[in-house]
């Protein structure tokens, strides 16, 4: 693959060389890694930047139909939007967005707009890091808006915050007055709630559901990257396409601020060493799972198991193989 000619191409905006691009970085073959990283070196140099928005939500929640309206009315706006996804399971459910096509037709079909599934590999990290680095073929590819979905599955809403400028809590109408057991975390990551289904019947409870959370984030410690009144819950509908406008135009406020005050470019900088660790920390593990390291391993193991090394010893013994 000629890795200049794919640079042009993305750089141009050619959604097909984008795609090409994307299942590059996918690859785990070592010809295909290197080739990536030849090509992500190459669009650095371009500084175009999005605006992230990672969104998550429990399945059911509406994120494929919230997705399909808010990317029509921001493609309706002129603006283009790439959907990316990081969802873990995607290996063995085929995608949470691939399933979804359906709810997203009109979308997919939007010459403005870039929809792309989870990659279909098993670990979270893993999906992680190719979705990171789509992130930025995207940016490049001069996309305004970047939405990152992922289901709320344990860790993967953090993920997916550490590689967003915003980050967005689809609801939905919850039927009593409980918080419908939103982990504290979540809430202390999230910059906007967004109540959805407020229409027809589900309208008072999406209201009630709204006063709550509302209440709830005013519990929570303020942030110092937080204008006044945020972060907020909102209520929409993704079916009848209401509220959508205003979450945009709070969204635009954020990052309006946080731009002004510094605090957009330090997040993304602390993001970039967070992402930096993260290669790090692979790149040892990676090297942990050699042939000859893994039979070290094996051999200091059983011989911690005999008594005839202590744990920590033969931890240095074994690291220091790293080194060599
Ligand atoms: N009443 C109502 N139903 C909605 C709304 N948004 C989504 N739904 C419905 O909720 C169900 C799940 O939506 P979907 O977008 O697939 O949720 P996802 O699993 O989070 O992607 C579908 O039957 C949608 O039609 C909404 O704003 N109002
Ligand atoms: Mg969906």
């Given at each position: 693959m000629d890795i200049a000619e794919l640079s042009k191409k993305i750089l141009a905006a050619d959604r097909r060389a984008l795609a090409r691009a994307i299942t590059l970085i996918e690859s785990s073959r070592a010809d295909h890694r290197a080739q990536a990283m030849e090509l992500i070196e190459a669009l650095r140099a371009s500084d175009r930047q999005a605006i992230r928005i990672g969104l998550s939500g429990t399945p059911g929640v509406g994120k494929s139909t919230f997705i399909e309206s808010f990317g029509l009315m921001l493609t309706g706006m002129g603006l283009k939007v790439a959907v990316l996804a990081v969802d873990p399971s995607s290996a063995r459910s085929g995608g949470s967005i691939l399933g979804d096509k359906t709810r997203m037709e009109r979308l997919s079909r939007d010459k403005n707009a870039f929809i792309r599934p989870s990659p279909?590999?098993?670990?979270l990290g893993g999906v992680a890091r190719r979705t990171r680095e789509a992130v930025a073929l995207c940016e490049a590819a001069g996309f305004d808006v970047v939405l990152i979905e992922t289901v709320g599955v344990g860790q993967s809403e953090t993920v997916v915050a550490e590689m967003a400028d915003l980050f967005i809590l689809l609801l939905a109408p919850a039927g009593g007055d409980e918080l419908q057991g939103v982990k504290r975390g979540i809430m202390e990551i999230a910059d906007i709630i967004l109540v959805n289904k407020a229409d027809g019947d589900l309208k008072p409870a999406a209201t009630r559901t709204c006063a709550d959370y509302t209440g709830a984030l005013r519990l929570l410690r303020k942030r110092p990257q937080d204008p006044k009144d945020f972060p907020k819950a909102m209520l929409v509908s993704s079916l009848q396409d209401e509220g959508l406008a205003a979450a945009w135009d709070e969204m635009k406020t954020l990052v309006d601020w946080r731009r002004a005050q510094g605090h957009f470019d330090a997040r993304r900088k602390s993001q970039a060493k967070h992402w930096f660790q993260e290669e790090v920390r692979h790149g040892l593990l990676a090297e942990l799972k050699t042939p000859a390291m893994r039979a070290a391993m094996n051999t200091f193991a059983d011989q911690v198991a005999n008594g005839g090394m202590s744990p920590n010893s033969a931890a240095q013994e074994l690291l220091k193989r790293l080194k060599s």
């Open positions: 279909a590999q098993l670990h």
